[in-house]
DNA sequence: TCGCGACGTCCGCACTTCGTAAGATCCTGA
DNA sequence: TCAGGATCTTACGAAGTGCGGACGTCGCGA
């Protein structure tokens, strides 16, 4: 059991379209381990909503649903959005089926009835493939003395070398990403974490801990600022 | 399963033929995703155009072609270009056109339906193949006193010849080849060993033997860190 | 046929990291 | 000023993670 942390850099998301809410959710559990943030829609019409307001990474998408049909809705999500990989979940050995789906454009398929942990394999070895190697601004996060590469995965201030853990690099990649933005709670949560409900003192207590890092004086930040009643808020030291 | 790694810095043309646009769609993707470049074509006429203005180092080429058909149209690049690998997509479970496709020339067949992981798969075997090993670099990887020869598939550290295994070298050179950048094992799994899934202590005791052989002390190795909770990273100890 | 090296897997140990709980402290509005 | 809630701080146990050692298998050459 690999139970491999975030494997990348930023979190991913993937919306999993199953009008069965037993299938949905125990694909949710195993995708959320793996690090990435899960959506879910039942249907059709509402998939290609989601898709819309959500900008997944990749959407698991099953053949059967009511209402819109899954080949439609793989359609039109390849209409709208080209690049988008879809990994379909089709009926048992319906070799028809499979013909379909791949001719739809879906870029993988996992027959019914699958263990969870192979789709979450798949999902991942898509992601993976998906995912550009490299980043347009070579990954380089700089705010003044404080440099994040993503790509390295390592964080300096003032010329040394930062220790930060996961869970710490990826707050603050996230953070660096969204400046001079309050976030509550809960969207870190669910950002950075990749939950959707949990225990919010969690991000206190990494944002502490990131403060102690990345902050001259922890006690007075003046980079990672509470917004009290809100969340917290990056705000960029660096000098113009 | 030899390294992928030699592909990555040799940029291949492929040609993809297909009057599906959702399936060459999917298809490009893969193949640019592993570092090709791609050239798409709609019919046979088109195809046998692109070939001659582009020179690409391979043919996807599907039989089910309008106008002219699949099969002459390999034969007539055969004609032209005898050294060309063709890869050919052949309808489902047609033995016929299986044994056609072969007697034409193709190198490899794919059976619709496929996934396009599985196609590229295969087109990477058949680059690899196919593709001489000469680079134009002299295939010499060098970092301060550890320089790697791709071409001769031999390495040395402070002028003394390192005895490395095919694994290790192949893990060697895809390090060497993207340095500064973190890697999880199920990547480097995937571009090195070819394997989407599989057991990821794999990777970390192939690492652990290439330290022993590249680094002073493997305990606190210098080139080939460890990136907690995400997997490792080469990091070029090379003076100037 | 045997011996050997390469390779993948497994086990146990040491260490790190994470989430949560609990108490202290701070802020806000009445 | 006071009460109530939000935030901070610290500590701890559990789970995760990496590493070294060792073992079994396979393929190859002697």
Same mark, same amino acid.
Request: glycine fraction near 16%; proline fraction near 8%.
């Given at each position: 059991m690999p139970g491999v942390g975030s494997l990348l850099n930023v979190t991913h998301q993937v919306l999993v379209v199953d009008d069965d809410p037993t299938v949905s959710d125990v694909v949710r559990r195993y995708l959320e381990q793996d690090g990435c943030r899960v959506r879910l829609a039942a249907d059709g019409l509402s998939a290609l909503a989601a898709v819309d307001a959500?900008?997944?990474?990749l959407v698991v998408l099953d053949?059967?649903?009511?209402?819109?049909?899954g080949l439609e809705v793989c359609r039109r999500l390849r209409a709208g959005q080209p690049g988008l990989p879809v990994i379909m979940l089709t009926a048992l050995g319906e070799e028809s089926d499979r013909v379909l789906g791949l001719e739809v454009g879906a870029d993988d398929y996992v027959t019914k009835p699958f263990s969870p942990r192979e789709l979450a394999l798949r999902v991942r070895s898509v992601l993976r493939r998906t995912?550009?190697? =490299?980043e347009p601004g070579g990954g380089l996060l700089r705010d003044g003395e404080l440099v994040a590469d993503t790509g390295r995965r390592t964080a300096e201030l003032n010329g040394r070398a930062l220790a930060l853990t996961v869970r710490e690099f990826d707050l603050l990649e996230f953070l660096m990403r969204h400046p001079a933005r309050a976030w509550s709670r809960a969207d870190l949560l669910d950002? =950075?974490?990749?939950?959707?409900?949990?225990?919010?003192s969690t991000v206190t207590v990494h944002v502490r801990r990131l403060r102690e890092k990345i902050e001259t004086d922890p006690g007075t930040p003046a980079r990672l600022l509470t917004v009290w009643g809100v969340g917290y808020r990056y705000e960029p030291a660096g000098h113009a």
């Open positions: 959500e900008r997944p990474d053949l059967m649903l009511g209402g819109l049909n995912t550009p190697a =490299v950002r =950075v974490w990749g939950w959707q409900f949990g225990d919010q």
